[in-house]
């Protein structure tokens, strides 16, 4: 069973920088496209960044120029580098993984963005 587990979270002021990290274990990481969503109070959630498992990297538009999405295939993890972090980024923001079809999720790591 795959699991994730996100850190990094916390509170940041805007036009700071803030570095999540999501664990992969449980399966073949290298097989695993995997990314980031977040949700808003009162929002659905959102696809934030992408990796695939080639590297290559998707981003929303909200975030392109701003945030880097990075895997490190030796420690199976996912990182997320948030730059120039602006009060709407603030959200609760939730690591996933596509493993074989099946789509997995963490339990999620608080961002707070203060002005």
Not at 8 to 26: D, M
Not at 44 to 54: H, K, M, Q, Y
Not at 88 to 98: G, I, L, P, R, W
């Amino acid at each position: 069973q795959v699991q994730l587990v996100e850190s990094g979270g916390g509170l940041v002021q805007a036009g700071g920088s803030l570095r999540l990290s999501c664990a992969f274990s449980g399966g073949i990481f290298g097989v695993a496209g995997m990314g980031w969503y977040r949700q808003a109070p009162g929002k659905e959630r959102d696809l934030v960044a992408g990796i695939s498992t080639s590297e290559t990297p998707t981003y929303a538009e909200s975030v392109k120029g701003r945030f880097t999405i990075s895997r490190d295939n030796a420690k199976n993890t996912v990182d997320l580098q948030m730059n120039s972090v602006k009060p709407e980024d603030t959200a609760v923001y939730y690591c996933y993984s596509d493993h074989y079809g099946v789509r997995y999720w963490g339990k999620g790591t608080l961002v707070t963005v203060s002005s």
